[in-house]
């Protein structure tokens, strides 16, 4: 069975000496020295100023149950200063010294949960109906009432959390203009297939460049959608994405939780004994490089003057004459030597 194609191989970072990336690792060799700093992309979002992550990469879609080592999980992510999306729950058995920042969801239709909100560093309003299992906005808000929930939910989390909104990224101009409109301090834009679709990038650089003409050329923008590659990551941000989710990478390293198999008999003990093939700690170092190493390879192939859409394209060249008319990317040019 064939593997499904990815498009973001049809889209190539322009300058071939500072980006070399190797298509089937997702890896990238330079010509060019790291970055003695990292981007802060996020260092002046909204009204907490004293969010500042590392690199352009955050976690949205793993929870407990999915690992056998969330402290470890959180303690790499901490350290990493990469966010997540978790309960307040989830964190409660944490020590201090390992909860990374935490993102949370809240819904219209839904009651604010004030452990939530007041201790969460980001908040992001799905526009998502949970009673109809849909994206649209619910009877309770309504677009032109977004900017009134905004301000309830401000006022909940006492005002110490950055307030952003979530839409599909194919989501229409009217709508991202209601959240430009309510002062958002982040853009969550989510994609609804398996795959990266065309429409899926249309809709990315529509909004940035809908940011751009209301004056928000660098509203942070959150987008999901399943990428495993540090190049395909790197092509979202020249794109204007601001953070990229990481999930779909993350999964594929993430030490599951065993069946717990009991041994009976007289080799009961002895098995019990045995140290097991991979430790926990094992596990969580192995985690801990991958993160560095993928962190590592953003930051140093995306530096911070290629952010929020400035002129985003021209990074970028394409081999697909169907995103040249789309996105306006200029077509990669065959060379003469």
């Known amino acids: 069975m064939s593997a499904e194609p990815n498009l973001l191989d049809e889209l190539f970072i322009a300058n071939g000496e500072l980006l070399l990336c190797d298509p089937l690792h997702g890896d990238f060799s330079t010509n060019s020295p790291k970055s003695a700093s990292p981007p802060g992309i996020m ?10 992550f590392s690199h352009s990469l955050i976690v949205r879609n793993v929870s407990p149950p999915e690992t056998a080592t969330w402290t470890g999980l959180c303690r790499s992510l901490k350290n990493q200063r990469i966010p997540i999306y978790t309960s307040a729950a989830s964190m409660n058995d944490l020590p201090n010294d390992v909860i990374p ?17 007041t201790t ?9 109906d949970r009673r109809l299992q849909r994206w649209g906005w619910s009877a309770e808000i309504g677009r032109q009432r977004l900017a009134d929930f905004v301000t309830a939910v401000r006022l909940g989390c006492g005002g110490n959390a950055a307030v952003g909104v979530g839409l599909p990224i194919t989501a229409n ?13 982040f853009l969550c834009l989510t994609g609804e297939a398996a795959s990266i ?56 390293r993430l030490p599951k939780k065993q069946a717990a ?31 560095t190493q993928l ?25 697909s004459l169907a995103l040249h008319k789309m996105l306006g990317i200029p077509l990669l040019q065959a060379r003469s030597d």
């Open 261 to 291: 198999h009991k041994a009976t008999g007289l080799g009961a003990d002895l098995l019990r004994s045995l140290p097991t093939a991979s430790s926990d700690e094992e596990k969580v170092a192995a985690l801990d490089e991958a993160l």
């Open 101 to 117: 920042t935490r993102c949370c969801q809240v819904f219209a239709n839904a009651p604010l949960d004030a452990p939530e909100l």
């Open 295 to 319: 962190a590592a390879a953003v930051r140093c192939h995306f530096d911070q003057t290629r952010f929020a859409g400035d002129k985003c394209y021209d990074h970028l060249r394409t081999s």
């Open 173 to 185: 101009a009217l709508d991202v203009q209601a959240c430009l409109d309510a002062d958002i301090d």
């Open 197 to 252: 679709s065309a429409q899926d990038l249309v809709g990315l650089s529509a909004v940035r460049h809908q940011c751009r003409s209301s004056s928000r050329a660098q509203l942070p923008i959150v987008v999901d959608l399943p990428v495993l590659a540090a190049a395909d990551m790197v092509k979202l941000l020249c794109l204007g994405a601001s953070l990229v989710c990481i999930d779909h990478w993350l999964t594929r």
């Open 120 to 128: 969460a560093d980001l908040i992001e309003i799905e526009c998502f």
């Open 43 to 52: 260092n002046s979002l909204g009204v907490s100023n004293r969010l500042a």
